[in-house]
Structures are given as structure tokens and as C-alpha cells.
């Protein structure tokens, strides 16, 4: 599966912004889908994913309950909201496809195997 992510920008603390994950390719439902980011000088860090159903979901501490992970398996998409956006979210996010048959949680992180570019997102202060 190819994947593309988009809809990064630069926006304000405090704002939101919408990515998107378009993928190509075999069935996009065969995969559950994650986002991870990465800034300058640190190493990748998992955001959170999401099952292939969309019914389970997982969060990093630091983003939950401002960042929600969802998909449309229709339109071959998963999304990643983030609401009350900090200069500290600041990154590039990628999305990443895995097995569908991975439990959704923090172990999850590993088993992502097919990745796509990554969209920079800047938050000023």
C-alpha cells in the first residue's frame, strides 16, 4: 500500500488542524493505520493508531483528548485531528499501515511495517 499524508501547516497555539492519510494500492481495510511525528534532533515518537474496523483506538499520553484518529475506509483515509495544537506538536507526521490483525495500544508502535511521507506541522507560541 503507498500512502500519502497531507494537510500540514503552520498555525498558532492553541488552533487545529486536520491531516490526512490517502492510501493506494491493496485494500486499505487489510490495515490498521498509525501516525507518529518527528521533530529535529528526536526520535520518532508514536502518536497513536487506530484498527482497521476504526472501532479501537490508541493514544499517546501526550496528545490525548486534544488528537482523535479516525478513518473512512471508503475513501481509503484515515485522518488525524488535533485540536488545542502546542508549539511542542511541532513535527513531521507520518502515517504508517501494519498488519490488521495488531492489537491497538502502546505495543502497537513496532509493528507498523509501511510508511508514507510525512506533512510538517509547525505551532508558533
Known amino acids: 500500500v503507498q500512502l500519502q499524508a497531507s494537510g500540514g501547516g503552520l498555525v498558532q497555539a492553541g488552533s487545529s488542524l486536520r491531516l490526512s492519510c490517502v492510501a493506494s494500492?491493496?485494500?486499505?481495510?487489510?490495515?490498521?493505520m498509525g501516525w507518529f511525528r518527528q521533530s529535529p534532533g528526536k526520535e520518532r515518537e508514536f502518536v497513536g493508531a487506530i484498527s482497521w474496523s476504526g472501532t479501537s483506538t490508541y493514544y499517546t499520553p501526550s496528545v490525548k483528548g486534544r488528537f482523535t484518529i479516525s478513518r473512512d475506509n471508503a475513501k481509503n483515509t484515515v485522518y488525524l485531528q488535533m485540536n488545542n495544537l502546542k508549539p511542542e506538536d511541532t513535527a513531521v507526521y507520518y502515517c504508517?499501515?501494519?498488519?490488521?490483525?495488531?492489537?491497538?495500544?502502546?505495543?502497537?508502535?513496532?509493528?507498523?511495517?509501511?510508511w508514507g511521507q510525512g506533512t510538517q506541522v509547525t505551532v508558533s507560541s
Open positions: 494500492g491493496r485494500t486499505f481495510s487489510s490495515y490498521a
Open positions: 504508517a499501515a501494519g498488519p490488521w490483525q495488531m492489537t491497538i495500544g502502546w505495543g502497537a508502535r513496532n509493528q507498523f511495517n509501511n
